[in-house]
């Protein structure tokens, strides 16, 4: 029954059973859908995958993380997509550069407070810069980590605004950038001050890169990213009615049909 289904959706997608299957294989392993929803969701990560020149197992992986991480039921698996659609479309990377390496930094931001679609935005604003990616998601872990475990500077400052936790700053400034912003502020956007606040080179470049233009890039962008929660359903309705992707369907189909008379 699994193998019929896999041909099914290899004919109506247009990617390779081996491929799609590989793709069902890492959502069950991931555990993020139940099992009766693994082939809707690998579906979704699929037409996902084509509209960014990805492999279904990547774009599996990304949504898992990302899921998984913010504790989020299968129903959200479009909006999930249509953001990452939209990350990859704003910044300068590949959906297969962060589809292991994004859980690295989505707990984190998830404990924190910080919204999936401001980490992304972040993330695409980092890698416009000519961050590559995974050092993008290094950064902001870095970042991040700092919240979390401040120096005895950053929770000094914490107490002079009547917070306690990174926590409690991210929801008392409105964010990630609205921190980010309260500390440049308290530091005159010193980068020596910065530096003994942080501790550490990778937060210290992270934070800098975010509040590139004092934040208004990644602001910017997270308004197109929070507004993208149908983009790669959409671009792949485009995508599907091209004579390119029926010619890719059809040859497709005819290797699916060749391979069910070899057996």
């Given at each position: 029954?699994q193998?019929?289904?896999?041909?099914?959706?290899?004919?109506?997608i247009?990617?390779?059973?081996?491929?799609?299957?590989?793709?069902l294989?890492?959502?069950?392993?991931?555990?993020?859908?139940?099992?009766?929803?693994?082939?809707?969701?690998?579906?979704?990560?699929?037409?996902?995958?084509?509209?960014?020149s990805?492999?279904?197992?990547?774009?599996?992986?990304?949504?898992?993380?990302?899921?998984?991480?913010?504790?989020?039921?299968?129903?959200?698996?479009?909006?999930?997509?249509?953001?990452?659609?939209?990350?990859?479309?704003?910044?300068?990377?590949?959906?297969?550069?962060?589809?292991?390496?994004?859980?690295r930094?989505?707990?984190?931001?998830?404990?924190?407070?910080?919204?999936?679609?401001?980490?992304?935005?972040?993330?695409?604003?980092?890698?416009?810069?000519?961050?590559?990616?995974?050092?993008?998601?290094?950064?902001?872990?870095?970042?991040?980590?700092k919240?979390?475990?401040?120096?005895?500077?950053?929770?000094?400052?914490?107490?002079?605004?009547?917070?306690?936790?990174?926590e409690?700053?991210?929801?008392?400034?409105?964010?990630?950038?609205?921190?980010?912003?309260?500390?440049?502020?308290?530091?005159?956007?010193?980068s020596?001050?910065?530096?003994?606040?942080?501790?550490?080179?990778?937060?210290?470049?992270?934070?800098?890169?975010?509040?590139?233009?004092?934040?208004?890039?990644v602001?910017?962008?997270?308004?197109?990213?929070?507004?993208?929660?149908t983009?790669?359903?959409?671009?792949w309705?485009?995508?599907?009615?091209?004579?390119?992707?029926?010619?890719?369907?059809?040859?497709q189909?005819?290797?699916?049909?060749?391979?069910?008379?070899?057996?």
């Open positions: 029954r193998t019929q289904d896999i041909l099914n959706l290899s004919n109506a247009g990617k390779a059973p081996t491929d799609l299957a590989e793709g294989y890492q959502t069950l392993s991931n555990q993020v859908v139940d099992a009766g929803e693994a082939l809707n969701f690998t579906s979704e990560a699929a037409k996902l995958a084509t509209v960014t990805a492999e279904t197992g990547d774009a599996v992986n990304a949504l898992s993380s990302v899921m998984n991480s913010y504790g989020l039921a299968a129903s959200e698996a479009e909006h999930i997509s249509g953001t990452l659609f939209k990350t990859i479309e704003l910044g300068r990377l590949r959906l297969s550069e962060i589809a292991n390496v994004i859980g930094v989505t707990p984190l931001t998830s404990r924190l407070g910080i919204s999936w679609e401001e980490t992304a935005a972040a993330i695409a604003t980092m890698t416009r810069q000519g961050v590559r990616a995974d050092t993008a998601i290094t950064q902001l872990r870095a970042v991040t980590q919240l979390l475990k401040p120096t005895e500077g950053i929770k000094n400052l914490y107490r002079e605004w009547g917070v306690e936790t990174g409690e700053a991210i929801e008392a400034f409105g964010g990630l950038v609205g921190v980010l912003q309260k500390l440049s502020e308290e530091t005159g956007g010193n020596q001050e910065m530096a003994e606040l942080f501790r550490r080179v990778r937060a210290i470049v992270g934070t800098f890169g975010i509040l590139q233009d004092d934040g208004k890039l602001a910017d962008t997270l308004a197109e990213i929070e507004n993208a929660t983009a790669a359903t959409e671009a309705e485009r995508f599907s009615e091209s004579d390119a992707q029926e010619l890719t369907r059809t040859m189909q005819f290797k699916n049909e060749m391979l069910a008379l070899g057996k």
